[in-house]
């Protein structure tokens, strides 16, 4: 079964709703939900950049741009996929320098047990979408969670993939 790649409006039942996590994302900042529509070509170099081991499938991006005092701060993406046999659900925050803010685990439906760790999902913020950013790179495996941990980093890819395809927030600085 392929994996799912979903950032429309997912029903979220886990440890946070979506309104929490964007609060989390950009607190005391307006929220402005945008949709693109990707064509051909930018699909096409969107699974190149995310490399071959990531699957794209949709070319619809539902992204949440927060806006301080009207100017963009950064953007949240909902990321849904199959770890083992059940969903999780990440909001993956890319900053105006192209960057991962923050990763956050919207929902969780796997044993706790195999949930990724607060401190591992920190070792995201400040990357960018390089060959470093994998398991065989920089990112540590969490004995018991290598189907979580190969889930998050494959969805960080996919998303820093799509984000720099579409650029909403125009060119990192």
């Known amino acids: 079964m392929a994996t799912a790649f979903a950032l429309a409006t997912v029903p979220l039942t886990g440890q946070l709703s979506q309104d929490?996590?964007?609060?989390?994302?950009?607190?005391?900042?307006a929220i402005e939900r945008r949709t693109t529509y990707l064509n051909?070509?930018?699909l096409e170099e969107a699974r190149r950049?995310?490399?071959s081991r990531v699957e794209i499938e949709s070319t619809i991006l539902v992204h949440y741009v927060g806006l301080q005092?009207?100017?963009?701060i950064g953007v949240a993406y909902f990321d849904a996929h199959r770890v083992r046999t059940l969903q999780e659900v990440l909001?993956?925050?890319?900053?105006?320098?192209g960057r991962v803010?923050?990763?956050e685990t919207v929902s969780f439906r796997e044993p706790p047990d195999y949930e990724a760790p607060?401190?591992?999902?920190?070792?995201f913020q400040g990357r960018t979408l390089t060959s470093d950013l994998s398991m065989r790179g920089d990112i540590p495996n969490v004995t018991g969670a290598t189907l979580t941990t190969n889930a998050v980093t494959t969805s960080v890819r996919r998303v820093l993939a799509l984000h720099n395809v579409v650029q909403p927030l125009g060119k990192p600085r």
Do not use: C
Request: net charge negative; proline share 6%.
């Open 91 to 97: 909001m993956i925050v890319v900053g105006l320098d």
């Open 118 to 123: 607060r401190r591992w999902l920190e070792l």
């Open 101 to 103: 803010d923050r990763v």
């Open 49 to 51: 950049l995310a490399g």
């Open 69 to 72: 005092d009207g100017a963009p």
């Open 40 to 42: 051909d070509d930018q």
């Open 20 to 29: 929490q996590a964007l609060a989390l994302a950009f607190p005391s900042a």
